[in-house]
């Protein structure tokens, strides 16, 4: 058979990214336009700005990605677009980019899901054997399934009300670090000690989440805290509430591994940048015999390398969306 090119674009919440991927595991080039530095001064992602920056800078980014490899769009197979779920607007800009792309030079479209996207960003550097265990964790999901094939993915559980990510982005902010608060809190908990007695989360045998409470928790320590005049050991309190907030995930990817007997689980989603989450998951791992699928940094976070990937196995599918197709802000793995 001869090697699909597939030319993807994500545009889902504050990074411009295009990418070309050959037959769904080498990213041939990538090109990420991140737009932290604006957002910080808000102290999160103000949407409407995102999508203004997002429709300024994807032309950029194509040509950017185009102009590192000898690959042109007409030698490209087919189209890939990120079109749920994230900020409306801002999958509205990377879809309508897509579209016209694909309308232009007459190349079938794909639409891939962002969250399935971060799973198959595993397959960029080793090949995914199903069944698996799938963790994603990011700003806007924390969920486990189980992945049977491409495609097949059976949810157990997911979380009840804040995302991991989020509440890492949350407690970043009140404790006055920049955003996104992932990679702040990371530093900080390395310098800390867990001293501060926080409540484990979901304290049960469900695969469910929830962060709510343990941020609510934080926050409130702080306040007290300045209404007392008392002083707060940041990275004591930083490292406390991600010592929790991991080993909680830990905790439950133990009991799925124990329940299931399957010996596989992949990474996923920018919280797996973080290293405390990566070394504990290896641990149990090996613990149990299992594989553990971790991408590396660059593929953790949002990129559109990996939406080329999980693009693959629908290019092979004939799975071809048409010009009607619409961005969807809400779903998860399965919807
Ligand atoms: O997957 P992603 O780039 O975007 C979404 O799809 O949401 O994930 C972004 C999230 C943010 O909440 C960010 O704080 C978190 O991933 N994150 C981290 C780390 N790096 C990024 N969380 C914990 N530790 C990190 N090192
Ligand atoms: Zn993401």
Redesign the pocket.
Known sequence: MNDVYILAVES??D?TSIAIVKNGCECISLSISSQIDVHNMYGGVVPELASRMHCENILYVLEDCLKKCNITIKNINAIAVTYKP?LLGSLLVGLEFAKTLAFIYNKPLIGVN?LIG?IYANNLEDKLQFPLLALVV????TEISIMHDNYHFELLGSTLDD????S??KV?RVLGYPY????S??KAALIGKNTYNLPRPVNDETYNFSYSGLKSQVINIVNNAKQKNIEINKEDLACSFQTVAIDEIVRKVELALKNTNIKRLALA???S???Y?KNNLQILCDKYGAKLYKPSIIY???NAAMIGAAAYPLYLNNDFKDLTLDANSNADLVA
Request: aromatic content about 4%.
């Open positions: 889902s919440c990074d994230g962002h971060h990011s700003g806007g999901h995302a991991i990510g989020e890492f982005d970043a996104p608060g992932g990679p809190i990371e989603g920018g919280v940048a973080n290293k989450l953790c976070t949002d």
